[in-house]
C-alpha cells in the first residue's frame, strides 16, 4: 500500500492545530489563579479552579472518550458471540461519571484537594499514600501506552506510514502542550479533539452504511448472515463475569486521577457534580458511531472490499475493526476524517494520563512525603520532568512491549481492588486508620493477582468457583493457547474483601491499643494512639511550638494554595474528639 499524501498532510494540519491550541490556551490562562493567591504549581495541577461547564464538560468526556473507548466499543459489538450486549464501556463508564458525581465529587471538591491522593495522606499518612500512587501510576502509564500502541497499528492500517515515527509524533505534541500549559491545555485540546471525534466518526457512518458490501444492520441485528447477531447475548453460565466486569467499569472508573483532576478544577462543588453528569450524556452519545461501526463490520461481505476475503476476525484483527471499516468502506478523504478522529481520542487521553501521573508524583510523593519545604519552582520543575519522563515511558512501552493491553486490563483491575474500597473508606467510614488500609491493601491485591491474568499469561494460584478451561485459536498460525476463566465475580468479591478488611482492621487495631491489650509503644505507624505525634501534626499544620496544647488549637481557615499550610486542615489529628471523621473537614471551602 502506498503512502497517502492526502493522509499525511490531513495529519500534518490536525496535529498543528492541536498545538496551535494547546500553546494559545498556555498563554491565554498564564497568570490565572495565581492573583488570587494560588501557586504556579496548583494553578498547572488543577487550572485554578475556574473551568466552566463548556470547557469542563468537553474535557472531562474527552477523558473518558479515548482510542480504547471508541476502538474497544466498536471490537466488542463485531466480535461473534460478544456484539452489544458484552459492550459494556458505554453504559458502565457514564454510570461511572454519575455515581462520581452524586457521592464522590462534592466531599474532593468542597475540601479543597488537589490531588486524589490527598484525603489518604491526610488520613492514612505519607507512606499509605506513596504505597496507593503504584497501582494510580501504573493505571495512568499503562492506559497511556496502550492507546498509543493502538494509535500506531490505526494509522499503519489507514496510511502506510512508519508506525514508530507516528507514535512518538503523537506523544511529542501531547507531552509538549502539556507541559507548556498544564491543565488549561488539555482541557482547551480536548473540545477541538472531542468535537474531531465526534465529526469524524458521524461523517464516516453513511458512507460506510451506504457501501454494496454491508447488508442491512437493523436485519443482522437479529440475524445470522455472515457472522451470528451483532446484538449479542449473553449466557446464563457468563452472567456472574458479566456483572463483575460491568461493576468494574461503573465503580472502577471512579478512582482515577484523570477524573478528580477535572472535578478540583471546577469553579465549585456543585459545578463538579454537574460537569460528572454532563460527560456521562456526553459518553453515551459519542459512544454511538462506534456501536454503528461495528454492527457495520459485522454485516459485511468481506469478499466484495479491498480487505479480501477473509474477515477481520479471521484474521485476528477485530481490535482493528474502526479503522478497518473507515479504509474498505468508504472514501479516501473519508477515512482520513476517520482517522483524524481517531487521532483526537489517543491524544486527548494520553494528555490527561500523563498529566495526572505526574501530579500525583510532583505533590504527593516529592512535595508531601520527601521535600515538605520545596518552593512553588521547584514542584514545577518536578512536575515539568515527570510530564516528559512518564510520557517518554508510555511512548516506550507502546513500542516495545506486545503485552501492553494486558498491563493496562490487570491495572485497572487493581484500581478497582485497592484503591475504590480504599476511597470510600477515607471519605465515608469514620475511624479507619493505616492498619486497616494496609490490610485491605493486601488482601485487594493477592485475590485479584490470584485470580490470574490471560492477556499477561499468568496463571491463577487462587481457582474460584465456576472456574473453566478455554482455549484460543490463533486463525493464521492455527496455534491453540490454554487458558483459565474465572467466571466467578471474583474482581468484585477481592474489592469487598479489601473494603471489610479494611474496616474490621481499622477498628480492631483501635480497639486493641486503646483498651491497652497491645502496648501503646507498638503503634509504629502514628495511626490510633499516636496519632497526635509532632511528625503527624508537622506534616498537615508546619506546628513547630513543641509546647503548645491540642486544646488550645483554634480552628485554621485554609486558603486554595499548595502550601502545607494551606492543604489540608486535618481537623481529625488535631482534636481529642474520638468521633472526628474525614467529614469534620473544611466544608466552608467554597
Known amino acids: 500500500m502506498a503512502v497517502h499524501a492526502e493522509g499525511i498532510v490531513a495529519i500534518v494540519i490536525f496535529y498543528l492545530l492541536i498545538l496551535a491550541v494547546g500553546i494559545w490556551a498556555a498563554w491565554k490562562n498564564k497568570n490565572s489563579g495565581v492573583s488570587e493567591g494560588q501557586d504556579r504549581s496548583e494553578t498547572i495541577m488543577v487550572g ?53 458525581g452524586l457521592f464522590f465529587a462534592k466531599p474532593m471538591r468542597s475540601r479543597g484537594y488537589v490531588t486524589m491522593l490527598d484525603p489518604f495522606q491526610q488520613i492514612y499518612g505519607k507512606r499509605m499514600g506513596g504505597l496507593l500512587f503504584i497501582p494510580a501510576l501504573m493505571g495512568e502509564i499503562f492506559w497511556s501506552a496502550a492507546i498509543l500502541s493502538a494509535l500506531g497499528a490505526t494509522l499503519s492500517v489507514i496510511v502506510d506510514i512508519d508506525i514508530n515515527m507516528s507514535v512518538v509524533i503523537s506523544a511529542l505534541i501531547a507531552i509538549f502542550y502539556t507541559l507548556v500549559g498544564g491543565l488549561y491545555s488539555v482541557a482547551y485540546t480536548d473540545v477541538v479533539q472531542l468535537f474531531c471525534i465526534f465529526l469524524g466518526l458521524w461523517v464516516s457512518v453513511p458512507f460506510a452504511l451506504s457501501n454494496p458490501a454491508v447488508s442491512s444492520i437493523s436485519v443482522t441485528a437479529k440475524e445470522a448472515v455472515y457472522q451470528t447477531p451483532w446484538l449479542g447475548k449473553i449466557d446464563s453460565a457468563d452472567t456472574w463475569m458479566w456483572i463483575d466486569n460491568f461493576c468494574l467499569l461503573m465503580l472502577g472508573g471512579i478512582p482515577w486521577q484523570v477524573y478528580f483532576q477535572r472535578v478540583l478544577s471546577a469553579s465549585s462543588a456543585t459545578y463538579a457534580q454537574v460537569l460528572s453528569f454532563i460527560a456521562a450524556a456526553g459518553c453515551l452519545v459519542m459512544a454511538v458511531p462506534s456501536v454503528l461501526i461495528g454492527a457495520i463490520g459485522a454485516s459485511t461481505d468481506w469478499n466484495q472490499t479491498t480487505y479480501g476475503a477473509i474477515s477481520p476476525k479471521e484474521k485476528d484483527q477485530s481490535d482493528m475493526i474502526l479503522p478497518i471499516v473507515l479504509q474498505h468502506l468508504c472514501p479516501p478523504w473519508i477515512s482520513f476524517f476517520g482517522l483524524g478522529a481517531v487521532s483526537a481520542a489517543v491524544m486527548s487521553s494520553a494528555d490527561s494520563s500523563i498529566l495526572s501521573a505526574s501530579s500525583m508524583f510532583a505533590r504527593n510523593i516529592y512535595q508531601l512525603a520527601f521535600r515538605q519545604s520545596a518552593t512553588d519552582r521547584e514542584i514545577v520543575w518536578v512536575m515539568r520532568i515527570t510530564i516528559f519522563v512518564f510520557g517518554a515511558l508510555a511512548t516506550a512501552m507502546a513500542l516495545l512491549t506486545g503485552t501492553v493491553y494486558g498491563l493496562w486490563y490487570l491495572s485497572s483491575d487493581l484500581v478497582y481492588v485497592i484503591i475504590f474500597p480504599q476511597l470510600l473508606s477515607v471519605l465515608f467510614i469514620k475511624g479507619t486508620n493505616t492498619y486497616g488500609s494496609v490490610a485491605g491493601y493486601v488482601f485487594g491485591l493477592l485475590l485479584r493477582i490470584g485470580g490470574g491474568e490471560p492477556y499477561l499469561k499468568l496463571p491463577p494460584f487462587i481457582y474460584y468457583p465456576g472456574w473453566v478451561q478455554q482455549v484460543k485459536i490463533h486463525h493464521l498460525t492455527g496455534d491453540m493457547e490454554y487458558f483459565i476463566q474465572q467466571r466467578f465475580p471474583f474482581k468484585t468479591v477481592s474489592m469487598l474483601a479489601s473494603f471489610l478488611g479494611n474496616v474490621a482492621f481499622s477498628y480492631l487495631l483501635k480497639y486493641l491499643f486503646e483498651s491497652g491489650t497491645l502496648s501503646h509503644k507498638y503503634d509504629f505507624m502514628d495511626a490510633v494512639v499516636s496519632k497526635h505525634s509532632k511528625e503527624i501534626m508537622d506534616k498537615t499544620t508546619l506546628v513547630s511550638n513543641d509546647n503548645i496544647i491540642l486544646s488550645e488549637m483554634a480552628p485554621v481557615k485554609t486558603r486554595l494554595s499548595t502550601s502545607l499550610a494551606g492543604t489540608f486542615t486535618n481537623t481529625e489529628a488535631l482534636s481529642d474528639d474520638e468521633e472526628s471523621s474525614p467529614e469534620s473537614l473544611n466544608n466552608d471551602q467554597e
Open 48 to 100: 485554578g479552579r475556574d473551568i466552566g461547564l463548556f470547557v469542563g464538560g468537553f474535557t472531562m468526556t474527552a477523558t473518558w472518550v479515548g482510542g480504547g473507548y471508541i476502538n474497544g466499543t466498536a471490537e466488542y459489538v463485531y466480535l461473534p458471540d460478544y456484539g452489544l450486549a458484552w459492550a459494556q464501556a458505554p453504559f458502565g463508564y457514564a454510570l461511572s461519571l454519575v455515581v462520581g
